[in-house]
């Protein structure tokens, strides 16, 4: 039986430094394969739970709980990892003569998204299959989780990003209750400059920070699709107030 990851302080450094880490072998080929051949069965569709799949996909349970996931996150967030949400990510190339395929997500960070008390929340986004800037790969602000949670306003451009409004129910810690607006989200005044695009091959994952900045753009390469699977975390302890996605798991092992 082989060992999970553990990462190194160094790791640990970059990631406290820059606000997002890319971890080589988070899986196996044969782990991205099974998942991959699962998503393709038709049979999948109905075990789908909006961003809680993982209560209702054991293939999906496995991703969130992996121990070289959840087990570096906890490294991460030092603490406990419950899991918040679960996404896959496909971006169909683009065909037929057009420019671009599936669409990105505009810069943001996902604090706006999903407030949580304390704010412990951070992501691993995998690739499912290798990524980079033409196949609408992932890019990140590096430094950018050292300042405050940015402005924003709502995206209009639907080739390059998704464009959506929609309501949900809240609750803080303390009960109140409330609704809110959240919509697809994007930063106000970015600088193009500060924007670093990322290539992670299959198997490997990025994790980052509540408070960095990043997103994607549209797939523009013409045959190869961008696949990614991204799991939320919060640290134990912490309480998400979006009551959607209020229903937790707790991973409190990561042995092989
Ligand atoms: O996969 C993407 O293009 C963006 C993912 C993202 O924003 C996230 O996982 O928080």
Redesign the pocket.
């Known amino acids: 039986m082989s060992s999970p990851i553990t990462l190194t302080g160094d790791q640990i450094a970059q990631y406290e430094a820059n606000g997002y880490l890319v971890v080589p072998d988070l899986l196996t080929s044969d782990e991205v394969s099974t998942f991959l051949t699962h998503e393709q069965d038709p049979a999948t569709e109905k075990l789908r739970n909006g961003l809680s799949t993982h209560l209702t996909d054991s293939a999906w349970d496995y991703l969130a709980r992996h121990p070289n996931v959840a087990g570096a996150a906890s490294q991460l967030i030092d603490g406990a990892p419950r899991i918040v949400q679960t996404?896959y990510?496909a971006?169909a190339p683009a065909k037929d003569g057009k420019k671009k395929g599936g669409a990105?997500?505009a810069m943001?960070q996902?604090t706006h998204y999903l407030p949580t008390e304390p704010n412990t929340l951070m992501?691993c986004?995998i690739a499912m299959s290798d990524t980079d800037a033409e196949n609408?790969g992932?890019w990140v602000v590096p430094g950018s989780h050292k300042t405050n949670l940015r402005d924003t306003h709502l995206n209009r451009d639907s080739e390059e990003h998704a464009s959506w409004v929609t309501d949900h129910d809240m609750k803080s810690a303390d009960g109140r209750e409330w609704t809110q607006k959240f919509y697809s989200f994007t930063i106000d005044g970015i600088d193009q400059e500060d924007l670093v695009p990322l290539t992670v091959p299959r198997g490997a994952g990025v994790f980052f920070t509540s408070m960095t900045i990043?997103?994607?753009y549209a797939n523009s390469s013409q045959d190869r699709a961008r696949l990614?699977f991204?799991v939320?975390y919060v640290r134990d302890g912490s309480w998400v107030q979006r009551r959607d996605v209020q229903e937790t798991t707790l991973v409190e092992s990561y042995s092989l």
């Open positions: 996404m990510l971006k990105g997500v943001h996902d992501a986004w609408g992932l990043h997103g994607s990614a991204a939320h």
